[in-house]
């Protein structure tokens, strides 16, 4: 059978992130609809939005549809620090869509894993993030960026706390003048203030970019936080996956819920970024779980907007039938179906059908 006749692109893409994180382990999570409203109300600022559509049950508990999967694979999973526990799920969620503005049932799809984390467990995450990009389309970048970095360089820098909110903001949107002015008001030091506008001002392939920090004289914490990004990222180089990496800092999340490794993943005809994910340890020590976590997540309506290439015809063969007997019709209908083409058989087709070839009975 041939899908792609029968699947729309969010639904073929769903089958096949199935069948490649099914590969790797990862069995399937399953969840209600809804969640206890207080799960989100708590953890607002990790929410792609904040509109939460909710209403009380009947035993007067204030519940949700639910925004999101990971905090309640964090809330229901196991906190086993000995192992890992790998899923994935493609689940509707529910919240304010980025193109309308208005509330949507948007199919997700992703994976999280979580547990004893190590650099392996880090490595596959990410190939399985560029693999996906893969599946949706051939031209992809996935932006990879490290709060372990960042946040050596804030503490290096002794940066108060309402100054790292607003660098991580600057980096955000690639403001080099911003960075310069809170560093003047916190009185950082020459050396760093360069150090943290590097930040804003390098992006590119991971050899470039590690060359350019290595310029700089870092600190202990800040060399062992380059050395890991870029010990992980050459192993997707040998993959043969350097050419889809880049390195962005300013791909940055909540501090207070991220650490570690963020990344973003694009394709080619959209501006926004199709898939989003990182560790968040920090999350799950505010959620008072011991294990660590990194996870992914693939925002299917993006597809909707997905400028692919139009399909050329609507069916393979048209068959107008006119008088002919329905018996034959169907004859004609099934021998072209066994030759693998698709067709539409009607009395008359209409003008606006495109097919390779019409067959008039």
Do not use: H
């Not at 204030?62 to 799920?89: E, R, W």
């Not at 060359?211 to 180089?237: G, M, P, Y």
């Not at 990194?294 to 993006?302: C, R, T």
């Amino acid at each position: 059978m041939n899908l792609d006749l029968v699947l729309r692109d969010d639904e073929m893409a769903i089958f096949k992130l199935r069948f490649l994180y099914g590969k790797y382990g990862y069995s399937q999570y399953k969840m209600s609809k809804f969640e206890e409203y207080d799960l989100y109300a708590l953890n607002k600022e990790f929410l792609v939005s904040d509109n939460i559509i909710t209403f009380t049950d009947t035993d007067g508990k204030l519940m949700a549809l639910k925004p999101d999967v990971t905090l309640s694979i964090i809330k229901n999973g196991t906190d086993n620090k000995g192992g890992i526990q790998k899923v994935f799920y493609n689940e509707n969620v529910y919240r304010v869509s980025k193109g309308t503005k208005s509330y949507k049932e948007i199919m997700q799809a992703g994976l999280e894993c979580v547990g004893e984390i190590d650099d392996y467990a880090i490595l596959e995450v990410l190939m399985l993030a560029v693999k996906s990009l893969e599946i949706v389309s051939s031209e992809y970048v996935l932006d990879v960026s490290s709060l372990d970095i960042v946040n050596a360089i804030f503490d290096k820098a002794n940066l108060s706390s309402s100054a790292r909110k607003q660098i991580i903001e600057c980096l955000s949107q690639k403001n080099v003048k911003g960075v310069e002015s809170v560093c003047n008001q916190e009185k950082v030091a020459l050396l760093d203030t360069e150090l943290l506008k590097a930040l804003v001002l390098t992006y590119g392939s991971p050899e470039k970019v590690e060359k350019v920090l290595k310029t700089f004289d870092l600190d202990q914490n800040t060399k062992k936080a380059v050395d890991n990004l870029f010990s992980i990222v050459n192993d997707l180089i040998k993959l043969g996956l350097g050419d889809k990496i880049n390195i962005d800092f300013s791909v940055v999340n909540d501090l207070n819920y991220y650490n570690g490794l963020v990344f973003k993943g694009f394709v080619s005809g959209l501006a926004n970024s199709i898939l989003s994910g990182g560790q968040y340890d920090n999350l799950m020590q505010k959620m008072n779980k011991k294990s660590r976590a990194i996870g992914f997540a693939v925002y299917l309506d993006e597809l909707s907007k997905f400028k692919s290439a139009k399909k050329e015809y609507d069916v393979d063969v048209a068959v107008e039938y006119g008088d002919a007997p329905k018996s034959k019709v169907l004859e004609v209908v099934n021998n072209l179906i066994k030759q693998g083409k698709s067709v539409l058989a009607e009395k008359q087709i209409p003008n606006d059908v495109q097919c390779k070839e019409i067959i008039k009975l």
